[in-house]
């Protein structure tokens, strides 16, 4: 005995459906195949082009339709066999079982369903294009030379006596990193990088050896690996060549490879006063979620009032070992730039002498992922992600010259306006410490400390920017210890521009900032006008982005780290038809 195979038609099936269970009116659900198995049983295949939670409402749904007429059976997407074979005890199946599935079947076909036989799966267009970016995301890896290993570094135990400024990874491409950690006995210790086994969780030892520390810290540059892969890292302590305590164990992952085409999430902050907030709770929500990597916008130690080698190093010592910084740091591979805390307040910073600096750059790179290896100590550079970002690293305070009237130094304008040209990326994301807002002008309070008081290297940028007709141009910016979300400028060619000022990490906005929030009830238009403003806020946050260049949007989320829940979220693009 054996059994029609049933086509679904949806748009007939709406009309016998009751009112609350219409959600396939607006729904792409495509039901494709329903089998009758026995007089008790149904099956049911379909494909869905929303999230994968949406089928099984559906069939919850279609469930309490048919739920008369038999029992739905909740299969995978898998096609359906067109014949069914009775089980062993109704090889010979009851007349009254035989004339109950013929109604059934007559019933269902009054309803829209009819007849098919076996077809293939039908795969939609947006399929076909995600699985070939797939393809091309595998087929472009590359192997890292990995070996099954027995190492459980779980079962070392976790030192931070001896490693008391836990772990670092940064300056992420598609075959390295580079890794950090601070030893305070200042001796040589064992390097071990490693991922999880596809289909298990067996360890690949990637690396293995030897890093010598300067001065206690270890910046160790680990290259040959896979794109697109998450590793994992830890620095061991040995004695006999037996592991005897280890680091807080790391991760990162590796930028895509060269042609890969595929969302991105980062979390990203800025301004983490350690005194105002003894514990960083927005880094410790931040440091729970899946993201590829993460981005510090400047303002990371509060080193005001250091004047020595070793104050600094204080200073930093207790910022980094502040509950939420050592999660953070372990949990993702960090882009960062530097703001003027890192050396001191910029209403010090630029009477001090050049020694002085001197010094708080050199405190800057001991203790951040920062290259080592770039000319003149600089550390503005980019790094792309596949074709999906390119993330422009600026240093926006260590150039400047106030008296000059020099925001950046004319080599980093000319290697950022070459490079946006000719970046083949979807997204180019400047991480910008200082915001390059158009404010109003009440705001013109603080504006010798933004992009807007070094009015012609601002329009440099910009009209480079529009002329060129380079898209996608997204700015993440700090110092300011508000969170934002707003165009570049209010009207024009550059009000498609937007920027992003992520967090405060941990800080309150300064009195003057505070004064002109303090006043925006019933002044928004002149402080923060809604057709430039989508949130600006006062307050810690922690700042989630997605880049999506398949949807060519981008997603930003603001939460509250003490209540953990979302305070501003929005999908802006550059294209208005997206959003439309």
Known sequence: MSVSVFELNI?????????KTRLLQKRPYKAKCIVLIDTKHVRLS????????????LRARLFRVWSRLMLLRKTSSQEPDTQITPSPSKQHWRRRDFLAISAKASLLWSLGLQACGPT?????????QRKAREKICRAETSQDNAKASTLQPEATKQDDTIFS???QSGVMTSSGALLWTFVEDDTPKQLRVWRKA????????????????KEGFIHETVEGLKPGQRYHFAFFARDNNNDTARSRIGSFYTAFADNCLQPITLAATACTYVKRYPVFKSLQWMARQDIHLSCHLGDMSYNDGAETKKAFHNKWKKTLQAPGYPEFLAHAGLYATWDDHESTDNSKLYDKPA?????????YFQHTVQPQNLPNKRFWSSYRWGTTAEFFVLDCRGERQPDKNIYISQEQMDWLKKSLKESPCHFKILLNSVPIIKFTPIWIVAEDDRWE????????????????????????????????????????????????LVGPGGNHPPEVLANVLGSMEGNEEAIAPPDQFKYIAGKAAATLITFDPIEDTVHVKFVDPETEKVDFETTLSQDPKKLA
Do not use: C
């Open 355 to 363: 020694s002085f600096r001197e010094l708080a750059r050199d405190s």
């Open 198 to 213: 596809e289909g298990d969780d067996s360890i690949q030892l990637v690396i293995d050896r030897e890093a010598t520390p």
């Open 11 to 19: 748009s007939t099936l709406r009309s016998h459906m009751p009112r």
């Open 165 to 167: 400024f836990g772990v």
């Open 453 to 500: 008081g070094y009015h012609n290297q601002r329009e440099e940028l910009l009209d480079h920017i529009t002329t060129q007709k380079i898209s996608n141009v997204w700015f993440l910016g700090g110092d300011y210890h508000i969170g934002v979300v707003a165009k570049v400028e209010r009207e024009g060619p550059r009000s498609n521009l937007w920027e992003i």
């Open 120 to 128: 293939e799966p039908v795969e939609t267009e947006e399929e076909k």
């Open 46 to 57: 379909m494909t869905s082009t929303y999230p994968p939670n949406r089928p099984s409402k």
